[in-house]
Structures are given as C-alpha cells and as structure tokens.
C-alpha cells in the first residue's frame, strides 16, 4: 500500500453492565473458539492491507489486549491500544479519544455486534466512498420492528435515481413515538478527515441526549449508506441465548 493508511476505531470500554459477564464482553463466545470480536476482525480481514486498526480500552482490559494482538499478528493488521478519555462516555466519547489517529477515512465498528450473514465487502464499500468525495457514511441494516427502532440508532435511508442509498434522518434511540420516522438501525460509520469534528461531535451529542444543533445534524443527514444484513447486539441475554441458539433472524 502506498500512501496513508485508514483507520478502524473500535470502542471497547463499556463494562456489559447488563450482561454481567466474568469476562468483557467483546469475548463474549459466539462459537466453538470464537468470540464476538472475532467476527469485526473478520470483516477488516480483506481489507487489511489498507487499514490500520485503533482499540480504545477501559482499564482491566488485558485479555482483550491479548486476544487483539494475536489476531492483528495474523491479519498482519497495524494495532494501536489506547485509553479512553474518563471525560468522554459512551462509544462516541472512544471515537473522540481516538481522534490523533483519525485516517484519511475512519470507520468505527462495535464489537458486541455481530451480522447474522458476513458482509466481506462492506468496509471496502464505505471507505471507498469516502475517498470518492463522500463526508460520512453509515453502515445500515433495513429495519421495520418499531421497538428494535425506538431503542437503536435509528436511520431513515432512501435509494437516489443512481442506486446510492442516502441518510435522511436519524436519532439515538427516538423512542415508540416516533419510530415509524425510520427504517434502518446503523451497524457502523465513517467519516472522512475533513468532516470529522462535525460528524463525530453531532453523533456525540446525540448519544448523551443533549441538545443538538440543527446546522451540526447536517454533517449527519448528508451521509450515505452501505446496505448490511441484519445483525445481532450482543448487549442482553436475550439477544445472547438467540445468537447461541440460532435463533435470532
């Protein structure tokens, strides 16, 4: 590879509170000697060679450490570990943490998610188009189950004459009253160099409920979308003994 390297954020502080596992739950087991973070890993697999790759830990972490640099040896996968910022909650806050390492393109994944059917080219698809001229980009997976929508990160998504998907609203979990303004939960996002402060501090904002400036949610609803399969939250047991069990769909 020539030239800069993008980045791959992965927010890995939060303590499972609802789960509460011995372990993180980013290893989480999701199959015979897998975990959950095994399955992000495997998405940047292909695209490797082009990314490098930033995990922003809490403190008793050190497994985790262990089980990413293993990986990152094989995928031959450039690895940074750094400490979130006590000042900066919730994954975006680790999205801020990361910020001396933005790339070119940076992509933010979460661990605790995992898509029922891989998407291998879907990282490819969303850096490309921020280095095509897109700002920011939302991995999205369609969605009509109003509670699922009124508890995620919920997206309003239309197709444009060219095929290309685009964001038209979006919320942090908006609630039953107004779940039916949406139709796609976000798995991930992008954002390019130039556009992170705006992108990142809307999405911020968002996440910790505070009053969002309408000019800022700009640099959200002028996002694209790349289309993912349905996808699993790892984040109650509920959501945890269907993925074991198979049956989630």
Same mark, same amino acid.
């Given at each position: 590879?020539?030239?800069?390297?993008?980045?791959?954020?992965?927010? $890995?502080?939060?303590?499972?509170?609802?789960?509460?596992?011995?372990?993180?739950?980013?290893?989480?087991?999701?199959?015979?000697?897998?975990?959950? !973070?095994?399955?992000?890993?495997?998405?940047?697999?292909?695209? %490797?060679?082009?990314?490098?790759?930033?995990?922003?830990?809490?403190?008793?972490?050190?497994?985790?450490?262990?089980?990413?640099?293993?990986?990152?040896?094989?995928?031959?996968?450039?690895?940074?570990?750094?400490?979130?910022?006590?000042?900066?909650? *919730?994954?975006?806050?680790?999205?801020?943490?990361?910020?001396?390492?933005?790339?070119?393109?940076?992509?933010?994944?979460?661990?605790?998610?995992? $898509?029922?059917?891989?998407?291998?080219?879907?990282?490819?698809?969303?850096?490309?188009?921020?280095?095509?001229?897109? *700002?920011?980009?939302? !991995?999205?997976?369609?969605?009509?189950? %109003?509670?699922?929508?009124?508890? =995620?990160?919920?997206?309003?998504?239309?197709? =444009?004459?060219?095929?290309?998907?685009?964001?038209?609203?979006?919320?942090?979990?908006?609630? $039953?009253?107004?779940?039916?303004?949406?139709?796609?939960?976000?798995?991930?996002?992008?954002?390019?160099?130039?556009?992170?402060?705006?992108?990142?501090?809307?999405?911020?904002?968002?996440?910790?409920?505070?009053?969002?400036?309408?000019?800022?949610?700009? %640099?959200?609803?002028?996002? %694209?979308?790349?289309?993912?399969?349905?996808?699993?939250?790892?984040?109650?047991?509920?959501?945890?003994?269907?993925?074991?069990?198979?049956?989630?769909?």
């Amino acid at each position: 590879m020539t030239g800069p390297r993008d980045t791959v954020v992965l927010p $890995l502080a939060g303590r499972g509170a609802r789960l509460g596992l011995p372990t993180p739950k980013e290893l989480l087991p999701v199959g015979p000697g897998r975990v959950a !973070l095994d399955d992000t890993l495997d998405l940047l697999a292909p695209h %490797a060679g082009r990314l490098r790759l930033v995990a922003v830990l809490g403190e008793d972490r050190e497994s985790t450490v262990r089980h990413l640099e293993r990986r990152c040896r094989e995928l031959e996968l450039p690895l940074a570990v750094v400490r979130q910022d006590p000042g900066m909650p *919730e994954s975006t806050g680790a999205v801020l943490t990361a910020a001396p390492w933005y790339g070119p393109a940076t992509l933010v994944l979460l661990a605790d998610q995992v $898509l029922h059917t891989p998407a291998q080219t879907a990282v490819g698809e969303a850096l490309d188009l921020i280095h095509a001229g897109q *700002e920011s980009v939302f !991995l999205a997976a369609m969605e009509d189950d %109003a509670e699922r929508l009124a508890a =995620d990160g919920a997206l309003h998504v239309r197709r =444009d004459a060219g095929g290309l998907l685009h964001v038209t609203d979006y919320a942090d979990k908006p609630g $039953l009253e107004v779940a039916e303004r949406f139709n796609a939960v976000w798995f991930g996002y992008a954002f390019a160099h130039r556009a992170a402060e705006g992108f990142v501090g809307a999405l911020h904002r968002a996440t910790l409920g505070l009053p969002g400036n309408p000019h800022r949610m700009n %640099a959200v609803l002028r996002a %694209a979308a790349v289309e993912v399969g349905p996808f699993t939250d790892l984040g109650t047991w509920p959501a945890v003994t269907a993925h074991w069990t198979g049956a989630a769909s």
